[in-house]
Structure formats: structure tokens, C-alpha cells
T-cell receptor
Framework: DAKTTQPNSMESNEEEPVHLPCNHS???????IHWYRQLPSQGPEYVIH???SNVNNRMASLAIAEDRKSSTLILHRATLRDAAVYYC???????????FGPGTRLSVLP | DAGVIQSPRHEVTEMGQEVTLRCKPI?????LFWYRQTMMRGLELLIY????????DSGMPEDRFSAKMPNASFSTLKIQPSEPRDSAVYFC?????????????????FGEGSRLTVL
């Protein structure tokens, strides 16, 4: 079973910020939090990852709760091309992670 | 870099036939993952390797499935005999050791997938 839980779907308007939540209450101290997205008919692609501190890259920002039991992927200005399924997974010690849940299907409205 | 290369991209076979899916990871990567994706079950982790050694194969559905990684640049996923319920898109992904300790993978790079249809 996935170690993360996410809402099934979310909707956003174009050019508005989007906050995608993820709960990972059983995270261990050495687990990294990764986010991927999957566009229609494509394989998943990496978005961002972090361990404890908030992270920014050209695609998105990752906000990690102080207790690390939850995180939020932030798309600062959603575009129609951001419509995809977003997955939050944990990567770390052997045998526990790299498991994808159903993810959050993000719809972006023009 | 060419990325993760999977073959074949599409395969249609009949029930009972043997299917072999192939994956070439990104050069220098330490981890290799096999996933299967269906509408009903989503993206399932089947097995992953670290330095060519299988680490977790608990996701392999049954004995009909087997995966090998004979060297750092090649892996196969074999289904024998195949059944219609094996129809899915099979993804291979590779990654590097994130922190040098040998137990944490970094960013997963996915191939384009192999779409398998078993009639």
C-alpha cells in the first residue's frame, strides 16, 4: 500500500496558484518526499523532492510541514498544460517506498 | 542522454505466449524499477533493483512474472504464460543513489512504457 494519501481530484483556474496536499503520517526520518506528474498518454515525470526544508525549482515549490507528516506541492500559476495526475511518493529505506497511490487529478479551467 | 529506453513500445500477443519486455536504464544509475499501470489498479510497483540486485519483488503478481538485471545497462521483465489480465502499460524507471549511502534513490526517470495487449 502507498504510504501517502492525496485527494482524488482538484480543480483550478488558469493562471491561479494551486496547492496540492499530501499526507504521509508514517514517514520515517530518512524518507524523501517526491512529487511526480503524469500527463495523458505519457510516463510519470519528476517535479520536485525534499527532505525537511521547503524547496523551489522552475516547475514548482514544495512546502513540508515541520513534523514532516504532510507536504504541499505549489504550482504558482497553473496553465492548461499543468492538467495531469500528480503523485506524491516517499523514497528511502529498502522495502518501504517508491509506491504510487492513485494521485490527484488536477483539472485546469481556462 | 537518451533517457530510459524501453522496448517494444507496443506488443500484442495471444494468451499463453511468452512476453519479454526490455529496459535500458540511464548510464550510471544505480536503481532500476518496473511498474505496471492499468485503469483499475493505477501505477503498481512490481520490483526494483539496486546495483543489479533485486531488493523488493513483493509487487510481482505471481510466478508467471520474472525480472532480471544481468548487468547495469539492461533489464528484462518476462511473463510466461501471458494472460489477458496482464494487459497494461509497463514502465521502467531508473535512478541514482541520492546520498551515497546506497539506500535512497533520487529522482526517478521513467521510460515511455511498453503497452502490452494479451488477447
Amino acid at each position: 500500500d502507498a504510504k501517502t494519501t492525496q485527494p482524488n481530484s482538484m480543480e483550478s483556474n488558469e493562471e491561479e496558484p494551486v496547492h496540492l496536499p499530501c499526507n504521509h503520517s508514517t514517514i520515517s526520518g530518512t524518507d524523501y518526499i517526491h512529487w511526480y506528474r503524469q500527463l495523458p498518454s505519457q510516463g510519470p515525470e519528476y517535479v520536485i523532492h525534499g527532505l525537511t526544508s521547503n524547496v523551489n525549482n522552475r516547475m514548482a515549490s514544495l512546502a513540508i510541514a515541520e513534523d514532516r507528516k504532510s507536504s504541499t506541492l505549489i504550482l504558482h500559476r497553473a496553465t492548461l498544460r499543468d492538467a495531469a495526475v500528480y503523485y506524491c511518493i516517499l523514497t528511502g529505506d529498502y522495502g518501504q517506498n517508491f509506491v504510487f497511490g492513485p494521485g490527484t487529478r488536477l483539472s485546469v479551467l481556462p | 542522454d537518451a533517457g530510459v529506453i524501453q522496448s517494444p513500445r507496443h506488443e500484442v500477443t495471444e494468451m499463453g505466449q511468452e512476453v519479454t519486455l526490455r529496459c535500458k536504464p540511464i548510464s550510471g544509475h544505480d536503481y532500476l524499477f518496473w511498474y505496471r499501470q492499468t485503469m483499475m489498479r493505477g501505477l503498481e510497483l512490481l520490483i526494483y533493483f539496486n546495483n543489479n540486485v533485486p531488493i523488493d519483488d513483493s509487487g510481482m503478481p505471481e510466478d508467471r512474472f520474472s525480472a532480471k538485471m544481468p548487468n547495469a545497462s539492461f533489464s528484462t521483465l518476462k511473463i510466461q504464460p501471458s494472460e489477458p489480465r496482464d494487459s497494461a502499460v509497463y514502465f521502467c524507471a531508473s535512478s541514482f543513489d541520492l546520498n551515497g549511502t546506497g539506500n535512497t534513490a533520487g529522482e526517478l526517470f521513467f521510460g515511455e512504457g511498453s503497452r502490452l495487449t494479451v488477447l
